[in-house]
């Protein structure tokens, strides 16, 4: 079964309005977790690094102040899109290592969160 | 930077047939490599992994060596099934220290057909 689990999976609110996403590791704790998003036909591009009980960390290009990320416990991480646009419609997806290093643990993902914004 | 380049799809295959999915890397250091699967309506899934060169991953009849001379990481399988079709997604992650996240190709979208 899914060890992440992603809430909604799908959302439509109006342009302006906010949007929250919430990410939780099931059955491990997670001090970091990866928010991506995905445009069709595209690879996911890596939004943020979100860091329990500190700030995350955002790629280049990446504003800070529209998507908040919010790592409040070792089991759930949120991201929020603020004044949401048309332009942000996207796919949204987090993951989470289970274990320590990334590249010796395995990586799983939640099943994603389709935001259109109208 | 790190990148990952992998074909372009759709691949659209009959059962039973033979699939490649080509994926080749740049990395600044030395990556572990990943195939993930998205099946429809569902999230990302490992599928395989190799962590050093030479080593063969593999899962579901899938394969991929790694290849360092050649900086790939080939995907393939012997005899596909319908049950097959997904989004494959090749990806590599840098053995640094501290949790560093995948960097994705754009994804091969496979489709078997009867």
């Known amino acids: 079964g899914a060890v992440v689990s992603q809430h909604p999976s799908w959302v439509i609110c109006k342009s302006g309005t906010s949007v929250k996403i919430e990410c939780r590791s099931l059955?491990?704790?997670?001090?970091?977790m990866f928010w991506y998003r995905q445009f069709p036909k595209q690879s996911l591009m890596l939004m943020a690094t979100s860091n329990e009980g500190s700030k995350a960390t955002y790629e280049q290009g990446v504003e800070k102040d529209k998507f908040l990320i919010n790592h409040a416990s070792l089991t759930l991480s949120t991201l929020t899109v603020t004044s949401a646009h048309p332009e942000d419609s996207s796919f949204y997806i987090c993951?989470?290592?289970?274990?320590?290093?990334?590249?010796?643990?395995?990586?799983?993902f939640g099943n994603g969160t389709r935001l259109t914004v109208t | 930077g790190d990148s990952v380049t992998q074909m372009e799809g759709p691949v659209t295959l009959s059962e039973e047939a033979f699939l490649t999915i080509n994926c080749t890397y740049t990395a600044t250091g030395y990556p572990s490599l990943f195939w993930y699967v998205q099946y429809p309506g569902e999230g990302l899934q490992l599928l395989l992994k190799?962590?050093?060169?030479?080593d063969k991953g593999s899962n579901k009849g899938f394969e991929a060596t790694y290849r360092k001379e050649t900086t790939s990481f080939h995907l393939e399988k012997g005899s596909v099934q319908v049950s097959d079709s997904a989004v494959y997604f090749c990806?590599?992650?840098?053995?640094?220290?501290?949790?560093?996240?995948?960097?994705f190709g754009k994804g091969t979208r496979l489709s078997v057909i009867a």
């Open positions: 993951s989470a290592p289970r274990g320590g290093l990334v590249y010796n643990s395995p990586l799983h």
């Open positions: 059955d491990f704790q997670a001090t970091t």
């Open positions: 190799a962590t050093k060169a030479d």
């Open positions: 990806a590599l992650s840098l053995q640094r220290s501290g949790n560093t996240p995948l960097v």
